[in-house]
């Protein structure tokens, strides 16, 4: 294999502000001590996305030329002082660009100077992502840095200036970078959506550069970066001004963005320190300097080229302005045109698992794809963190080429990267690329195997008649982050082994590698290093594709080998959809007068479940690639309802055995979130109040599901928290640990009374405490109902078993935690968001405060959802009380785009923070912070269903789903159809705006944008929703229960589905009402039944599991259900 070995970084400056470059003068980062101020560490192979633009000014538009880094006119060079400087030099113009630090501050000198005969007409625009935390905390996720990024715009002498502080602590406290220029700024931008836009994906130009002005607008986003436009300047010929743009870091900016910013004397006087460049001498560097290629697209396709592709029947099509957008059709198969990208923020993405990724114990293959030629990326065996061979996608609009795997194709004696297809399409293991280009077409497809932790890339070309030379290019990371670990590779023919040395990876899977298999093309390869590494960062394939090959990855460790062996698409393909099928258990419904809405269930119901697949067991997604591991809470929900609704029991048996034995011994309560393979003994010890009560609650649901009174017997390890998180020696039972658990919550009452403390927060992470005050003194009202279910729960299911002394005391503690509630955490009739114990120095109580309630004076929030809709689930309202708080949500917080966390957001001031954390520090109106997290919408449907109010269930029921989501809500901006998003987000620029014109959320005036994408417990609780509660099909130790809540205005309801494994098809009529079985008929035959208790309605009807199971046949069974 030839090795290409790149050329030694430089930096300029020192340890408190540092910019590398590597060998081509190519930005790299700037750090300040542990900060790293930019938003990405620009790899080598790549062009920074920061530069200085110099934009001249020419009939009908601009000629624009970066003016560092790349472009084919440019020199570097390294000055006596240690700084760089470009020299771009054309026919009409010279600029010399130099890089110089002093203290916290850098400094861009800019020095136009005309060439021309002609006057010279022409501005600058600066562009810098800014990231501003800690390294770790970057390259865990960028996006996430980005949210908590608040932007202040201020005016000087100079015009514009932009303070961005990072409002989320970091370990020198929040810094506050200042950038600016010492000469006239007109115009700004703040993230880079805004300059780059989102055609960018497309085009590969930044929008920004080809306008007359930049926005000056803020836009609290999720791409950091900065963007100053100085006033148009004229030069006469021989004539040269100079600019000078800067940057100050403070590396601890107290309480707020709010303060003014440094002096423009005080900035000058900094850059007055440095030595003019005029004096120093200079060597010229043996740079590379390649203008960035285009990418190469795919052609547009016409409709009927789309009609061959994809057959004549499209569902769910999204048009836009006549031009079709995407559609599904075939077994959901999705697909995205190209045209849809230009309306998306968010670039249509897959995530693929091998088929074994129904068994979180076993060793399981994922990767990520994106449309944009993203062919495969963060590809692991194993852990989704840790064990990664491919790079992450870090940059969302597709500026890094080199990330993850590429294909390159030779155009005209160059090569050009695959960029935007002409269609893709994605099934639940592949995604599939259609290039129409050179008079034919190129398909790329990449899929997983539908049982072994493998993965294959086929390139197949389809009427292009010539040969084509092609490379694909590997970025390797083997271990977390790029450049933490180093890789080995040798080749054995057609097989390329990848090795490495990584310090985790060596403490806890020392055997894994992985392997590379090339068949259908014979190829040379080359390595490409890591700069002052003997590692290698990149693989190349080169070849000459004549009509089909196949790249295949598998992987290796002490208990499996799929190296070198190769899969045919069609057949995994069909399989892993089996697979699925057979999870769901073949379910399919039909409404007789709504089959629109029915197929929208069916299609969102398979590809929830695949959404519901990756965040139990190759825990990640599309935005938050970071992962890997179970949140307590989530894992409780998420993968254990989604086993528990499809009757998949062992699987949630596993689930509760795994969680349990991550419960702390020292204290019996749990991590905030655990991994739990080999890496296991890294997780979050800190915790929210209500962790603890999740696992007894998703327990308590087995128990009265399976009557399997057994699991309390079986024996597990604790985790010990004080000894490096491992797992003790001795197992004990079950039943101890549930013991000890209660033991917390005991342990963890507010002095006084019998209810719980708040702690770290409970599900709102964005109301997480201030202070310790609160978390000792305040009480959540969510959490303690949520309590109430579980307790009550297992003191039902203990009932005549060995344990019902222990019940009778769970009992207890519910009936006084109960009193309590309705005592302190109801005022006026109406329950608070939380109350705190206001304590004297003595710890005496000087008064309660109801706060997220009518009479709350201080946050200005009188209504918070969460302890509303859960007081109704778990029954602990009484009827009236149900009523009225249901009155209140639909009144105040429901909205078109689905329900709202609280009737009003927390005041965001900057960063000041007063009362809780993430609500009040988050720039970004984005997740919960936008207060529509669609986990919490999905419970109110589960509150409605528990009411039986069917019209305002399925009024509710499609706004969160993404298949054809305008149909059902007008304000929904396009979004990728396939993918569940974890929260619905009005479309204001920031937080200040978004607080004053709340009401048009409402009033549907305001645009709503999809969220982060497909990793969460969502899409699990989501399928158990529409199979237990609005299917109402449910089962109840020895009994199955039937308690449909269906509108009539849909019609006769036919279900396909299984019950102990015997085919049924649900029939549900709707003759006297929405709910509560009148009569049932298995196969013509009358079924006997009871009616279940519900607090609010008449229950549904309760069956003999066993008489059912006689008359069920292996064949077809018809149980007609008439309400």
């Not at 097989?495 to 060596?506: A, Q, R, S, V, W």
């Amino acid at each position: 294999m030839h090795h290409i070995q790149p050329g030694p970084h430089m930096s300029v400056g020192s340890q408190s502000l540092n910019l590398t470059f590597n060998a081509d003068g190519v930005l790299g980062a700037i750090r300040s001590g542990r900060l790293m101020v930019s938003l990405f560490d620009t790899p080598d192979s790549e062009m920074a996305i920061s530069n200085v633009f110099l934009r001249v000014k020419s009939e009908g538009g601009f000629k624009v030329t970066p003016l560092l880094f790349f472009n084919n006119k440019i020199e570097t060079f390294k000055q006596s002082d240690g700084s760089l400087q470009w020299v771009t030099t054309t026919e009409d113009f010279e600029a010399v660009v130099s890089i110089k630090t002093v203290d916290h501050a850098f400094f861009y000198d800019v020095n136009i100077t005309n060439l021309s005969s002609q006057p010279l007409t022409y501005d600058l625009i600066y562009g810098q992502d800014v990231g501003l935390a800690d390294e770790g905390a970057v390259k865990t996720n960028e996006l996430y840095c980005s949210q908590y990024l608040d932007h202040q715009i201020f005016e000087n002498e100079m015009g514009y200036v932009v303070c961005s502080r990072q409002n989320l602590p970091q370990f020198s406290g929040n810094p506050r970078i200042q950038l600016g220029s010492l000469s006239t700024v007109v115009g700004y931008s703040t993230d880079g959506f805004q300059f780059f836009g989102k055609e960018f994906k497309l085009t590969g130009e930044a929008v920004a550069l080809i306008a007359p002005q930049l926005e000056n607008q803020k836009y609290q986003y999720e791409m950091g970066y900065i963007a100053l436009q100085t006033e148009e300047v004229t030069l006469t010929a021989d004539s040269s001004k100079e600019v000078v743009f800067y940057g100050v870091i403070t590396p601890n900016f107290p309480k707020s963005n709010s303060g003014e910013p440094l002096e423009l004397d005080e900035i000058a006087a900094k850059h007055a320190q440095l030595t003019l460049s005029e004096e120093m001498e200079r060597e010229p560097l043996s740079c590379v300097h390649k203008p960035k290629g285009a990418y190469l697209q795919g052609e547009k396709l016409n409709k009927e080229e789309i009609a061959e592709l994809f057959g004549d029947t499209q569902t769910f099509a999204d048009v836009k302005d006549g031009e079709l957008l995407s559609f599904f059709y075939g077994d959901n198969k999705y697909v995205t045109l190209p045209e849809k990208e230009k309306h998306l923020e968010r670039m249509t993405g897959h995530v693929i698992a091998s088929g074994n990724n129904q068994d979180y114990q076993q060793s399981i293959m994922s990767s990520t794809h994106y449309i944009s030629g993203v062919f495969n990326s963060q590809l692991t065996l194993g852990n989704t963190s840790f064990n990664k061979l491919l790079g992450v996608c870090r940059n969302p609009l597709n500026q890094f080429t080199h990330a993850g795997q590429r294909v390159w194709v030779e155009v005209e004696g160059t090569y050009r990267v695959l960029g935007m297809p002409s269609a893709y399409e994605t099934g639940q293991n592949y995604s599939r690329w259609i290039y129409k280009l050179l008079g034919g077409y190129l398909e790329i497809v990449s899929f997983s195997s539908a049982q072994n932790p493998m993965i294959q890339l086929d390139i197949t070309k389809h009427g292009i008649e010539d040969p084509l030379s092609i490379k694909v290019s590997h970025q390797l990371v083997f271990g977390n982050n790029e450049g933490e670990g180093s890789v080995d590779i040798v080749r054995g023919g057609d097989l390329f082994t990848m090795t490495g040395k990584n310090e985790l990876i060596e403490q806890f899977m020392p055997q894994l590698s992985y392997g590379l298999a090339v068949s259908g093309i014979d190829v040379t390869a080359e390595t490409i290093g890591r700069a002052d590494s003997d590692s290698v960062e990149y693989l190349v394939l080169n070849g000459s594709l004549e009509s089909r090959c196949s790249i295949a990855i598998g992987g290796k460790t002490d208990a499996l080998d799929t190296t070198a062996q190769f899969m045919a698409f069609e057949a995994e393909s069909d399989q892993y959809q089996k697979g699925i099928q057979s999870l769901t258990k073949g379910f399919n419904v039909d409404f007789s007068e709504d089959n629109g809405n029915s197929q929208r269930i069916n299609t969102c119901l398979n590809w929830f479940t695949h959404n519901a697949l990756v965040h139990y067991s190759t825990p990640h997604g599309l935005e938050q690639y970071s992962g890997a591991a179970w949140g307590t809470r989530d894992v409780s929900q998420g993968p254990f309802e989604l086993f528990m609704s499809m009757q998949e029991y062992a699987k949630a048996k596993a689930v509760l055995e795994e969680i349990y034995s991550h419960q702390y011994q020292e204290t019996g309560t749990w991590p905030q979130w655990f991994m739990f393979d080999q890496y296991a003994t890294i997780q979050q010890e800190e915790a929210h109040g209500d962790i603890v009560v999740w696992p007894l609650k998703a327990l308590a649901d087995y128990l009265n599901t399976t009557g399997d009174i057994s699991i309390l017997n079986v024996e597990l390890p604790y985790t010990l928290a004080e000894e490096g998180f491992v797992k003790s020696e001795s197992s004990f039972t079950l039943m101890h640990h549930v013991k000890t658990q209660v033991q917390h919550m005991l342990d963890n009452i507010v002095p006084g009374t019998s209810l719980s403390c708040y702690g770290d927060g409970d599900w709102d992470d964005t109301l997480q405490p201030a202070n310790q005050s609160l978390r000792e003194n305040m009480v959540s009202g969510w959490t303690i109902p949520l309590t109430l279910q579980a307790l009550k729960g297992m003191y039902q299911a203990l009932q005549g078993s060995v344990h019902q002394d222990y019940a009778a005391s769970l009992m207890e503690l519910a009936d006084k935690m109960e009193s309590d509630y309705h005592h302190y955490l109801i005022k006026d009739g109406v329950i608070a968001g939380f109350i705190h114990f206001d304590r004297d120095e003595e710890g005496s109580v000087k008064q309660i405060e109801h706060l997220l309630h009518p009479s709350d004076q201080k946050t200005g929030i009188s209504y918070r959802l969460l302890p509303a809709s859960r007081s109704i689930i778990s029954e602990v309202f009484d009827p009236e009380m149900a009523s009225t708080h249901m009155d209140i949500i639909k009144q105040n917080l429901v909205h078109p785009d689905g329900v709202r966390l609280m009737d009003k957001m927390a005041e965001y001031k900057a960063g000041k923070q007063s009362y809780f954390k993430r609500a009040e520090l988050a720039a970004n109106l984005g997740r919960e912070v936008g207060l529509q997290y669609c986990h919490a919408h999905i419970r109110f449907i589960e509150a409605l269903c528990k009411l039986g109010d069917a019209e305002a269930v399925f009024d509710n029921l499609y706004k969160i789903v993404p298949v054809g989501i305008q149909d059902h809500v007008p304000n929904a901006e396009l979004r990728q159809s396939n993918a569940y998003f974890s929260s619905s987000d009005a479309k204001f620029n920031d937080r200040p705006t978004a607080y004053d014109n709340f009401d048009q959320v409402k009033s549907g005036e305001v645009a709503v944008k999809g969220g982060w994408r497909i990793y969460s417990s969502g899409p699990g609780i989501y399928v158990n929703q529409l199979i237990s509660n609005v299917f109402g099909v449910r089962f109840a130790q020895n009994d199955l229960i039937l308690d449909p809540v269906i509108s009539p205005r849909v019609g006769q309801t036919k279900i396909h589905f299984e019950l102990d494994e015997k085919p049924v098809t649900l029939v549900i009529d709707m003759v006297d009402g929405s709910h509560t079985p009148k009569s049932i008929s298995i196969n013509g035959e009358t079924v006997p039944f009871e009616l279940t208790e519900n607090r609010y309605r008449s229950g549904g009807a309760k069956i003999s599991r066993e008489w059912l199971l006689q008359r069920l046949s292996s064949e077809e069974n018809t149980l007609h259900i008439s309400l």
